[in-house]
């Protein structure tokens, strides 16, 4: 379920936030973690989302800024560029904002806080974290390597998901032709059979006169179930129960965790290379894992702040592999931390779209025979009157 947030950000901005949870104790919690400080939590409102909000393409800001930084373009001047190119009006009016902000003589980060719908916690802490040690196009660039690695990785595994979902539709809109269209028609013929038919036969009869009388009902049936899937609340209701569902499968939740895992290494990483302690990027990043992780993460920020070592912290809350745990003890004593959790997100993350190569190439042709066996059953129980008739004659 979705609450929105008013809350006020470190800076002292106003600001209001959209978060998924659980229930509204939920949901001020998560805001806390990302150093917030809230001051209302109310229900998002219903209603339908036929129209897609244009996200700030935050990436390609991200991108174009460092480029602008890199020729030697002063930071206004640069803000000055990026806002005369632009055409979308939305996007335009954000870059409105940052550029008055530092026109006032407010720092990037306190220019961002004050559109901190548009922007992330953790991208206007890293450049937050920048601006102390006068590495603002590093942080820049670790950030768009950071948000370019996972929209790589979240193609993969989109691309790896596709052609079972594309299965699963075709299936089912047969499936629902068959019963929707053609065992109707087959139960008038049975009508004239008279005699004693076969159990299945029968249901088919009764199925098609319930399809012929109520299908005024049904259709109304079937689009309130299409308005509620393309609802907001809907969309999220649905999330939340597959994800539920996905993490009781043994193997799936597994593979769950460790993707959870991996962007949880990826993002502390970019937060500690910025300069960012560990307890206080361990609390920026709580929000972005469930809860029972998040849970697990708070557990050990704690320990971490009591001065025990993060990999161990990490090993005993369950929040360590024993690849990354290894990678972790060698950060610790190399003193590159966030380069090695870095590099245990990649680990992962290639580990991970290899699973889901492996798992489409297995799935496809189990959900291939799954839908051809649905389907025979179906048109064998149609025909079995006939056969009998058939032998009857014989």
Request: charged share 20%.
């Amino acid at each position: 379920m979705e609450y929105t947030i008013k809350a006020l950000q470190p800076g002292g901005a106003l600001t209001r936030l959209t978060l998924d949870a659980s229930d509204s104790a939920d949901a001020a919690r998560r805001a806390e973690a990302l150093g917030c400080t809230v001051l209302s939590v109310s229900q998002a409102a219903l209603g339908l989302n036929f129209g897609r909000r244009k996200d700030f393409p935050l990436l390609l800001f991200a991108q174009e800024l460092l480029a602008l930084l890199r020729s030697g373009i002063s930071i206004l001047e640069a803000i000055e560029a990026l806002r005369e190119k632009e055409l979308r009006p939305s996007v335009r009016g954000v870059l409105d904002g940052i550029h008055d902000a530092l026109r006032q003589g407010k720092t990037l980060a306190s220019a961002l806080e004050e559109s901190a719908a548009t922007f992330p916690a953790l991208f206007i802490a890293a450049i937050r974290a920048s601006e102390r040690t006068s590495s603002l196009d590093e942080a820049l660039s670790r950030y768009a390597a950071y948000a370019t690695q996972l929209d790589t990785l979240r193609g993969r595994l989109m691309s790896a998901a596709l052609y079972p979902v594309l299965l699963m539709a075709v299936g089912g809109l047969v499936i629902l032709f068959l019963m929707g269209f053609v065992v109707p028609r087959f139960a008038h013929i049975y009508e004239d059979f008279g005699g004693d038919l076969p159990l299945v036969s029968r249901l088919l009869l009764e199925w098609g006169g319930f399809v012929e009388n109520a299908w005024p009902l049904l259709l109304a049936a079937v689009g309130a179930g299409v308005a509620a899937l393309v609802s907001r609340q809907g969309r999220a209701a649905g999330g939340r129960l597959a994800e539920r569902l996905a993490w009781r499968i043994p193997a799936l939740g597994e593979r769950l965790r460790v993707f959870q895992l991996a962007r949880l290494y990826r993002t502390l990483g970019m937060l500690l290379r910025g300069g960012i302690p560990s307890p206080q990027s361990m609390k920026m990043v709580s929000g972005l894992l469930t809860a029972r992780l998040a849970t697990a993460l708070e557990r050990a920020r704690i320990k971490v702040t009591e001065g025990i070592p993060l990999s161990v912290a990490f090993e005993h809350e369950g929040l360590s592999t024993p690849v990354s745990l290894r990678m972790l003890r060698v950060g610790e004593r190399a003193g590159n931390m966030g380069e090695m959790m870095e590099r245990a997100a990649g680990f992962h993350d290639e580990e991970m779209a290899r699973w889901a190569d492996w798992a489409t190439r297995l799935f496809g042709p189990a959900l291939m025979l799954i839908m051809g066996l649905v389907i025979g059953v179906i048109v064998v129980f149609m025909y079995l009157p006939i056969f009998q008739l058939a032998e009857s004659i014989r």
